[in-house]
Structure formats: structure tokens, C-alpha cells
């Protein structure tokens, strides 16, 4: 008996090293490697070294990042934290009475990551929404454009926020809402820069940007756009097809693989398969999957 607990909490402390070492070697190791010889020099460097190598501050970041992508006006880090907190600790104290120690903890762990999964595929479908209706964006942009007597750009974005599709609507009214309480427009353009998932608006925008300071034909750069945009769906729409339908498999895999879990904890048979020591590592080898899989869909653009 005391064997069979041994080998299962080293299995799940090999699993917890493993992917955590996978993750953190993965996203830091270069980025390290490459500042590593600035912080002697720099000071500035030394806080982006410490910026990277913060876990709560990127983790808070990108999750906001996600955030941002689903549209969600009054949902933030924080509220999404404590969610994640509380799905965590209800799943583990859940499976608890029907399970051993380690695997209820494991299926806890694995819980607190399902909020981020859920958050990433709705800001995936806004994303896709954002990148399919673009163009249809900067038409009805330009027409704005043209009707305006002095061609000023953040009236056109005002006039156009009513008649596109979330979330470029959204984007567009807290753009022209900051603009009219005085917010220097090219921080303006810069904040709606970095709200956008699409890298041709994204370059649309900064190009907006560029014609806004020094002075160039922002209707005749609208129109280029338009043009492009329209050449660049045609050429990737199978490519975009094929990228959605791994990304949306990763997520059929992930929430089948929890609706197969559940179901061996609320079936006749659990005793049968985790009853046993092999059957209790094949559950915390589960369960580490679950999160890789998660991680992958995070990690995926």
C-alpha cells in the first residue's frame, strides 16, 4: 500500500515538473538567452528581464489580452482569476469523496485552465468575425471618408462604429470616446492598434497613424486596403478553413476528453477503473494531457 502511494505521487510530481518545464523553457529560454548580455548594460533591460520572468504579470497580461478579444465590457483579469479559483477548488472538493487524494487534485488543477480554453475560443470567434468583415469595415469607412467636409478620419470612424460588427463596433466607440475626452489621437490610434487581431488592419491602422502626423491621402490609403483585402480572402480561405478546423478540434478533443472523465466518475464502472494504482496514474496522465491540450490552444495565434 505505501508503495502503490509512493509511485503515484512521484508519477504526478514527473507529470507537474515535466509540463511546467515544457511551458517555461518554451516561452522564456530564448527570450533570456537574448537579453542576458543587455542587462549588464542597460538598466531598462533589467526591468524587461524582470517584466518576462514574472509569471502573475504575464499571466495577468495575456489574460486580459484575451479579454479584450471576446468583446466582454465588464469582465476583467481579477473576476476571471477568482472564477478560475473557484471552479478549481469545487471540482477537486467534487471528486474528492469519489476518488483518491492526488487524482482529485490533478482534475482540480485541470479545472482551474478551463475558464482560459473557454475565454480563448470565444475571442477566436471574434477574431475570425473581425478578419471576415474587415473589408467590409474599411468600405463603409471610406464611403464616411469621402462624405466628411474636412476628411477627418476620427469623424469617419465615428460615423462608421454604428453600422460594422463586433468587435471592431466596440473597438471604434471606445477609440472615438477617449478621442473626445482629449486623449492625444495618436495614443488613440495606437490603443485600437493593439486591439485588433488582423494583421492587414493592424498595418492599416499604423499606416493611418503614419498619415496622421505627417500629413498623407488616408482615403487613397483606405482604398488600397479595400483592394488588398479583397485579393487576400480569396487566396486564403481554404488556408483559414484548414486552421480552424485544427484549432476547433483541439477544443472538441479537450471538452470530449472532460465529458468522458465525468462520466467515468458518475458511471458504475469508477470503482473498476480507479480503484487500482494503474488506474489512478492513467487518470493524472489524463488530466496532464487536458492541460497541454489547453496550452496548446492558448499558445496557438
Known amino acids: 500500500m505505501l508503495f502503490n502511494s509512493v509511485l503515484l505521487v512521484l508519477t504526478a510530481l514527473l507529470l507537474f515538473i515535466g509540463f511546467m518545464l515544457l511551458v517555461l523553457f518554451n516561452d522564456w529560454g530564448s527570450s533570456v538567452i537574448r537579453i542576458k548580455k543587455s542587462v549588464l548594460d542597460r538598466p531598462k533591460a533589467l526591468t524587461a528581464l524582470m517584466e518576462r520572468v514574472n509569471l502573475?504579470?504575464?499571466?495577468?497580461e495575456y489574460t486580459m489580452e484575451l479579454i479584450q478579444r471576446t468583446g466582454l465590457s465588464l469582465y476583467n483579469a481579477w473576476i476571471h482569476f477568482t472564477l478560475c479559483i473557484i471552479a478549481g477548488i469545487t471540482a477537486f472538493y467534487w471528486v474528492l469523496d469519489k476518488i483518491s487524494f492526488l487524482p482529485a487534485l490533478s482534475f482540480g488543477i485541470s479545472v482551474v485552465f478551463v475558464p482560459f480554453a473557454v475565454l480563448k475560443l470565444m475571442g477566436d470567434v471574434m477574431a475570425e468575425r473581425e478578419r471576415k468583415y474587415g473589408i467590409d469595415f474599411?468600405?463603409?469607412?471610406?464611403?464616411?471618408?469621402?462624405?466628411?467636409?474636412?476628411?477627418?478620419?476620427f469623424e469617419a470612424f465615428e460615423s462608421a462604429a454604428p453600422y460594422v460588427v463586433k468587435p471592431i463596433k466596440t473597438y471604434l466607440e471606445n477609440m472615438t470616446f477617449d478621442y473626445k475626452h482629449k486623449i492625444n489621437p495618436v495614443t488613440c490610434l495606437e490603443r485600437f492598434e493593439k486591439k485588433l487581431s488582423t494583421p492587414e488592419l493592424r498595418l492599416y491602422i499604423e499606416n493611418i497613424r503614419i498619415c496622421y502626423v505627417r500629413g498623407g491621402d488616408i482615403e487613397g490609403l483606405t482604398q488600397a486596403y479595400i483592394d488588398e483585402m479583397a485579393l487576400?480572402?480569396?487566396?486564403e480561405d481554404q488556408q483559414n478553413a484548414e486552421d480552424q478546423?485544427?484549432?476547433?478540434?483541439?477544443?472538441m478533443l479537450l471538452f470530449l476528453n472532460f465529458a468522458v472523465v465525468l462520466w467515468t466518475l458518475k458511471g458504475v464502472y469508477k470503482q473498476e477503473i480507479l480503484g487500482n494504482l494503474v488506474g489512478q496514474i492513467i487518470f493524472i496522465m489524463d488530466m496532464a494531457i487536458s492541460m497541454y491540450i489547453i496550452y496548446m490552444t492558448l499558445k496557438r495565434n
Open 245 to 251: 478546423l485544427l484549432q476547433y478540434g483541439l477544443y
Open 56 to 60: 502573475v504579470y504575464r499571466v495577468t
Open 138 to 153: 474599411l468600405i463603409i469607412l471610406g464611403n464616411f471618408l469621402r462624405r466628411s467636409d474636412k476628411h477627418d478620419i
Open 232 to 235: 487576400l480572402d480569396d487566396d
